[in-house]
């Protein structure tokens, strides 16, 4: 072999070896929205895909489309856009105001969305609502009012939109700014880079940080109606992944849930798994009496599965949820008369 030859070759080596270790990073790095995201006290991610083809599997097509509210129908009529079938995922960062009084409440949120999100109807739809329009890094930012605050909108991609209610442009021109870094693979906020690596191997849905503050009420959380024993600002690693064996499918038709706080001492650590383990014990012992329908039958049947440990200072929840239990509790929630309106 000469040398020409050799040198070739191991040209060739390092390129496969380059691309190797960029697939390798990549899989280990989050989605590409939630690195997108601006710093946050709180992210919540969820691939949608997956869980709408996990209640499909259930649903064996005989159910009746969803009916829309008015204002809603609109908006699909407006932009082409319907969320509940064109959004594929959402990463969410939750910041919390320093007035909880005050005119923006007590959590801003900023958003990446990605999907089927593009268009002249979407842009058409936006100017005429929008109330100012910014020109940043070669994109336009829609301000559009809503309930008091401005929502800034802008497409980030073919694919992909950037909204924060933040009360000011600092978020949205972040994720503009990140994203000429999406390349690379860890490019994301100081929450990920620290928890990122807490959150199972395949998750549909995570949270990492104080993603108890869309559910504070008074200084507590609330969630189906329960109060639980948490800070809002507890540090929180959540997710919702899919049942194994197969392994990277979800077709066992089971999802398999755990939350971990994160304390401060061991001491506190043992206090709030105590709490926890109360709090499943007694919800166990008030949703046996509860009538036999679909979503009632879910959460008992979660309640059965759920189980609290402690390690050190972290504490576990952890429940299996089956795929007619996650079809009942969407099934109601589509029942129910408020649908969420396109511009909040």
Excluded: C
């Excluded at 995922?89 to 105001?97: K, T």
């Excluded at 972290?314 to 079809?327: D, E, F, G, N, P």
């Amino acid at each position: 072999m000469n040398r020409r030859t050799r040198r070739t070759l191991l040209a060739v080596a390092a390129v496969l070896l380059l691309l190797a270790l960029a697939i390798f990073l990549r899989s280990k790095a989050p989605p590409e929205a939630a690195r997108l995201l601006p710093e946050a006290d709180g992210i919540l991610y969820v691939n949608l895909q997956p869980m709408r083809a996990f209640l499909r599997r259930d649903r064996h097509g005989d159910l009746k489309p969803p009916t829309h509210d008015p204002e809603y129908q609109q908006f699909i009529d407006a932009t082409g856009i319907d969320w509940e079938q064109d959004l594929d995922q959402v990463a969410v960062a939750l910041h919390r105001m320093d007035d909880p009084r005050g005119p923006n409440g007590p959590v801003a949120y900023s958003m990446v969305l990605v999907g089927k999100l593009t268009g002249p109807k979407l842009k058409s739809w936006l100017e005429s609502h929008a109330a100012a329009q910014e020109a940043y890094a070669g994109h336009t930012i829609y301000s559009i009012p809503s309930e008091g605050r401005t929502v800034r909108v802008t497409q980030i991609g073919y694919d992909m939109m950037a909204v924060s209610n933040y009360p000011t442009a600092e978020k949205i021109h972040s994720m503009i700014d990140r994203h000429r870094t999406a390349a690379l693979p860890f490019a994301n906020s100081t929450l990920l880079a620290a928890h990122y690596h807490d959150v199972p191997l395949l998750s549909l849905a995570w949270g990492v940080g104080e993603i108890g503050l869309p559910f504070n009420e008074s200084g507590t959380i609330h969630v189906l109606g329960f109060e639980l024993p948490l800070a809002s600002d507890s540090t929180i690693v959540a997710s919702v992944t899919p049942g194994l064996p197969p392994g990277l499918s979800i077709s066992s038709g089971l999802l398999h849930l755990r939350v971990e706080e994160i304390a401060p001492t061991e001491t506190v650590a043992a206090r709030q798994y105590a709490d926890l383990k109360q709090l499943v014990d007694v919800a166990g012992i008030l949703t046996a009496p509860l009538g036999e329908t679909p979503a009632n039958r879910g959460l008992k049947e979660l309640l059965k599965t759920a189980q609290v440990s402690q390690d050190r200072t972290r504490v576990v929840v952890k429940a299996t949820l089956t795929q007619s239990a996650l079809s009942a509790f969407a099934a109601e929630d589509a029942a129910s008369p408020a649908q969420g309106s396109a511009s909040k």
